[in-house]
């Protein structure tokens, strides 16, 4: 069974420009979560998508971040306008069931962004 | 509010040596749940182990041990002869049961030289 998988692995832009992440959850899962860790401190979250609907996006930081989750598939996370401060590893996961606090979240390699 | 926190942000210990990685977690839910991710240098966070609150039993996979104790908030992760393999970060991490974001730690470098 193929695990999370994202794209690209890494991407270096400049400031100003768009970026658009794609995370591919494990087959069957109905939730995906997206996770930022930024200069080296903790992970944080930034939205959490049951099948096609965001349960949760409180972790957001602004407008310059939207999340679409196509037919309950395949995400992608888009940055608009790039800023210097949205640097970092940007993590997606993936859970099974619909109540995700019980389940286990795997995650997928991430996404190193570099914003000069 | 939630918050896990790991101390020990960098420990260096030589092969064979047992090392100890420290968790302290807060929160006022009743029904929560505690999980390690290991972060090899490949950058992948890996799943180690889930435990919820209510089974304090400790628990043994190989080298790796896990003590749960409700008492002091802490779960703490023991490697037993580490290996060089076992170089990585190791994050902490915690949900409830009314949120399903898991809340991490800072996460703890190891690095086990030869």
């Known amino acids: 069974e193929a695990g999370v998988t994202q794209f690209p692995s890494h991407s270096v832009i400049e400031k100003g420009q768009t970026v658009t992440l794609r995370c591919d959850p494990i087959s069957g899962h109905d939730n995906l979560y997206w996770y930022r860790r930024v200069m080296g401190k903790e992970i944080k979250f930034l939205l959490h998508?049951?099948?096609?609907?965001?349960?949760?996006e409180s972790g957001m930081p602004n407008n310059r971040f939207l999340a679409e989750r196509t037919g309950g598939t395949y995400s992608t996370l888009k940055v608009q306008p790039a800023e210097l401060e949205d640097s970092g590893v940007y993590f997606c996961?993936?859970?099974?069931?619909?109540?995700?606090?019980?389940?286990?979240?795997?995650f997928g390699p991430g996404t190193r962004l570099t914003v000069l | 509010a939630q918050k896990v926190t790991q101390a020990q942000t960098e420990i260096s210990v030589v092969e064979k040596e047992d090392v100890t990685l420290d968790c302290v977690y807060e929160t006022r839910d009743t029904t929560y749940y505690l999980f390690w991710y290991k972060q090899p240098p490949s950058g992948e966070l890996v799943f180690l182990i889930r435990r919820n609150s209510f089974d304090e039993q400790n628990e043994i996979s190989g080298r790796y041990s896990w003590n749960f104790q409700k008492s002091t908030s802490s779960f703490n992760f023991t490697i037993t002869a580490s290996q060089v393999v076992d170089s990585a970060v190791y994050f902490c991490?915690?949900?409830?049961?009314?949120?399903?974001?898991?809340?991490f730690g800072t996460g703890t470098r190891l690095q086990v030289f030869p």
């Open positions: 996961a993936s859970s099974q069931e619909e109540k995700g606090g019980a389940d286990t979240q795997y």
């Open positions: 991490a915690l949900n409830t049961y009314n949120t399903d974001k898991l809340i």
């Open positions: 998508f049951v099948k096609e609907s965001k349960q949760d």
